[in-house]
């Protein structure tokens, strides 16, 4: 499949915003869903609608292997040891609370530690703070440098015997920083601590392998890699999912329930209480099954040439300042315009029909660090072209003229 043709599988795309044909680059606050993505919803709805797991009839049948089939797809793709290391949830900040709630709460007593980063997203602040507040506990924080990096020689000084777990994003959602996951993961065992990593913004971008990367648990959502909204994965060693007890009661995370005494199911089924998104879980593998078809690792290809054209682009504009400049990025840009709101930028590209995301992006802490109110957002995925970064950069200068 040629990138210069993927436009075509998306029909959202075939659209004009204000008279201009749209140019969506916002990806990195939702993905735009493929042809066979929404045929997926299409024929569960008109075909296959039944709940999963309970009945003996066809269509419940049918649709609970399809559900399952979805559970093996995604294991595959991220390289999981078995489908029952796959749960699904409504998305990364789900997967975070469960994990929040069920494995690390148990563990905390007074005065103990968890470590998060200075570039977190909010859904990976604000569950720790709750069960540090609640816990008695304390929350350490790894700083970030200029660039937008983490100080990880801060991050082996912070680690000690209170630290009782870390959990650090794969991929910044306002930077675009690639975090060095790899060396932080073995940090973190070698200190025998469990560690999470929260996927949102890496999944769809990297070539990512649980076996190779040794996490402990894994999340990502799926409306961020083309797959619907409310569905999303959470990956957790199977050693240690069994070891833990359950997220939320109700039905089908059970084996039996009596008055006197209820006994939880196995794995996964035990996090997944009562009926789930069973369209979503299917949809997600058809989105994976499409990013397959693509191949993950000409995806990033692709998108490290915008993102490198696009700042070379951006870079020539004497009022624009790009913050976060690691040396490893995914496919987004946050910008500032000397004089001008980013609200305001985001306003006027609309004007010309292009969709990107302004605000401090769930990630107050950094707007903080680098004395900012908020960013202008540009995010790419793999239907976005030069093209696109053309028409950006043209509207940008057009903003700097109105603003003059």
Not at 166 to 195: C, F, R
Not at 204 to 226: P, R, T, V, W
Not at 239 to 263: A, C, H, N, R
Not at 268 to 287: S, Y
């Amino acid at each position: 499949m040629l990138f210069k043709d993927i436009k075509d599988n998306f029909p959202i795309l075939d659209q004009q915003i204000n008279g201009e044909k749209i140019v969506y680059l916002d990806n990195a606050a939702t993905t735009q869903k493929p042809k066979n993505v929404i045929n997926s919803l299409i024929n569960y709805y008109s075909k296959n609608n039944s709940n999963i797991h309970r009945g003996v009839h066809t269509l419940s049948q049918k649709a609970t292997e399809d559900y399952e089939e979805s559970r093996k797809t995604i294991a595959n793709f991220i390289g999981a040891s078995s489908s029952k290391e796959i749960i699904f949830v409504r998305g990364a900040t789900e997967a975070i609370n469960l994990i929040a709630n069920s494995y690390v709460k148990p563990l905390l007593k007074k005065d103990d530690e968890i470590i998060i980063s200075q570039m977190e997203h909010h859904a990976n602040i604000v569950p720790w703070q709750m069960i540090c507040e609640e816990r008695k506990a304390k929350l350490k924080i790894i700083p970030i440098n200029k660039n937008g990096e983490l100080k990880l020689k801060k991050f082996n000084e912070i680690i000690n015997k209170k630290t009782k777990f870390i959990s650090i994003n794969h991929v910044s959602n306002s930077l675009g920083t690639i975090n060095p996951i790899k060396e932080i993961i073995k940090t973190a065992h070698q200190n025998k601590i469990k560690i999470m990593i929260d996927g949102a913004q890496a999944i769809q971008h990297l070539e990512i392998n649980m076996n190779e990367i040794d996490a402990d648990f894994y999340c990502f959502s799926g409306h961020k890699m083309y797959a619907p909204t409310g569905i999303g994965i959470l990956y957790g060693k199977k050693e240690i999912l069994e070891q833990m007890g359950p997220y939320q009661g109700g039905g089908d995370m059970i084996k039996s329930v009596t008055f006197e005494k209820t006994i939880y199911n196995d794995i996964p089924n035990r996090f997944e209480a009562g009926t789930p998104n069973i369209a979503g879980a299917i949809a997600l593998g058809k989105a994976i099954e499409y990013l397959n078809e693509i191949g993950i690792n000409n995806i990033a290809k692709h998108e490290r040439h915008l993102l490198n054209y696009a700042t070379s682009k951006l870079n020539k504009i004497n009022k624009i300042k790009i913050i976060g400049k690691a040396k490893e990025k995914a496919a987004v840009i946050s910008f500032v315009i000397d004089g001008i709101h980013p609200h305001d930028i985001g306003t006027i590209m609309d004007s010309h029909g292009i969709a990107i995301r302004t605000g401090h992006h769930c990630t107050q802490p950094i707007m903080d660090f680098y004395n900012i109110p908020a960013t202008a957002r540009a995010s790419f995925a793999i239907y976005n072209t030069t093209k696109d970064i053309d028409k950006l950069i043209e509207a940008i200068k057009k903003c700097i003229e109105v603003f003059k």
